[in-house]
């Protein structure tokens, strides 16, 4: 064996000493288990897919469908004749429906001017942490209302598309803590007709909302809507909540205080009259019932 | 230099050998059911880590929680947020050893019972448990089950009031798991 030989031999039995190492190094089984995802997305930024008016970034899981009650009773400062406002409700029954993890569909109707309406709300952005880093989640929320309220004036020529209003929202949420989760939404509401000419028929809005949990059950939401638009500013109020998530074991309710008697976004943020200072506040719930069409692959197989 | 290439591969061999003591997996199965009078809850795992020393007989376990999957995709919110509460105790993890290891040889094709003893920890508690499970050896690798029940009350895992009384207290575990030699993944 020459030299040149030995010098291999020598790195080999090197190599073959780092290799043995290495594997010695492993002694504890559970280092071989260090296995955590790349990217961790966050989850339930909000309990359900309404801070407590408005849309939150939450769409309904993919192959759930979501049936919604909603109630705005009416005005608590009316008295006792009025039942605190209980006398009379406005009115939405819905259907949410998740396609896929981030799109969803909805339609439902409303009985503030008897108005349908259908719905699209689609994931952006998803906060995540990791690999991949993102402080926010953006949603887009989109809807058309149909108001089918006889024309008040029958002499003129009505057509459909007078009908017809527009909301198309940003949802931009970061869930801080698991106590905190803050959105921002901006909103652009078009009407095809208004009542005069000196009405908005586009109205630009900034919602601000946020849930704070109390416990990991019960949580309190803020939601407040500015109205941009002059005319509209000066015509009507800025929408205002303050609701409590109530989680039962397998439900949500939503119980809230509000200023808005109108439930669909046209409605509550464009055309809000009750002022809080005054006493206009209406007592409301949401309360929906998810029904699994179809199931998560790991459920197909054994049911 | 023919002699040199023949140490180079006993080396290799040798080397080769001390990992295949060692079986791992990174999709083993493991679920849960309690059925309860009023929800009956079961859950679907199949990103389980687990390995196994068949030398010293020791296990381990790595479950991300996260990953459980529930039919209802609002009770597995709940099960993450505020049951497991799984941002804070993203894992269970189960360490352990075969007591009866001498009954089983994992060099031979066969279906062996054994007893396992280790720290099971759930939401942040660790208890000692011990109990049943079965490997089977052949020349896939090696497959180990085993059904147990946990006590919810163990782990510090709280019920709301509202529903106290109509889930179960206990759970079922199944473990499944294939394990493959270490390097042969």
């Known amino acids: 064996m020459n030299t040149k030989q030995l010098i291999k031999l020598c790195w080999l039995t090197v190599c073959f000493i780092a290799i043995t190492s290495v594997t010695n190094a492993q002694d504890d089984l559970m280092d071989l288990l260090n296995d955590e995802p790349a990217t961790t997305y966050t989850y339930s930024t909000f309990k359900t897919t309404r801070i407590s008016l408005g849309q939150s970034v939450e769409n309904p899981a993919n192959g759930n469908l979501v049936f919604d009650i909603q109630h705005h009773f009416g005005r608590i400062n009316e008295g006792a004749y009025e039942f605190f406002g209980l006398d009379q409700a406005t009115l939405r029954l819905g259907l949410q429906y998740g396609i896929t993890d981030w799109l969803s569909v909805g339609i439902g109707r409303s009985s503030f001017e008897k108005t349908y309406d259908g719905s699209v709300k689609a994931k952006i952005l998803r906060q995540s942490k990791g690999e991949i880093n993102m402080p926010v989640s953006i949603s887009y929320f989109g809807n058309i209302g149909i108001n089918t309220l006889k024309f008040d004036d029958t002499l003129r020529t009505n057509y459909f598309s007078s009908r017809l209003s527009f909301t198309n929202q940003l949802l931009i949420a970061r869930k801080f803590s698991n106590a905190v989760s803050l959105q921002l939404t901006p909103t652009f509401i078009h009407r095809n007709l208004v009542e005069r000419e000196i009405d908005d028929n586009d109205v630009w809005a900034l919602g601000a909302g946020g849930r704070f949990k109390l416990s990991n059950r019960v949580s309190l939401n803020l939601e407040y809507y500015y109205i941009l638009s002059k005319q509209t500013s000066k015509d009507f109020q800025d929408s205002f909540t303050i609701g409590f998530d109530i989680e039962t074991g397998g439900h949500v309710f939503q119980l809230f205080l509000t200023n808005s008697r109108g439930i669909i976004e046209q409605h509550f943020i464009a055309r809000t009259t009750g002022d809080w200072l005054k006493g206009d506040i209406h007592f409301g719930f949401n309360i929906s019932r998810t029904f699994v069409l179809i199931k998560p692959k790991e459920f197909r197989d054994n049911n | ?185």
Do not use: C, W
């Open chain 2, 1 to 185: 230099m023919k002699k040199l290439t023949l140490v180079f591969i006993t080396m290799f061999a040798i080397a080769s050998m001390a990992t295949a003591q060692k079986y791992v997996t990174k999709n083993g199965k493991i679920s849960f059911y309690s059925d309860g009078p009023l929800e009956k809850i079961e859950a679907h795992n199949s990103q389980v880590n687990s390995a196994i020393n068949t030398e010293t007989g020791q296990l381990a376990f790595k479950v991300l929680m996260k990953s459980f999957i529930f039919e209802k995709a609002l009770m597995q919110e709940h099960f993450n947020e505020n049951y497991v509460e799984s941002d804070k105790f993203p894992n269970a993890t189960f360490r352990g050893k075969i007591t009866n290891a001498q009954k089983i040889d994992f060099t031979v094709n066969g279906s062996y019972e054994a007893d396992i003893e280790g720290e099971l920890t759930i939401h942040g508690i660790t208890q000692k448990v011990s109990e049943k499970g079965t490997f089977t050896v052949s020349n896939d690798g090696i497959k180990g089950d085993s059904k147990f029940f946990v006590k919810i009350a163990d782990y510090d895992i709280s019920i709301p009031g509202a529903v106290t009384g109509k889930i179960a207290e206990e759970i079922e575990i199944t473990v499944n798991v294939m394990l493959k030699p270490l390097g042969a993944l």
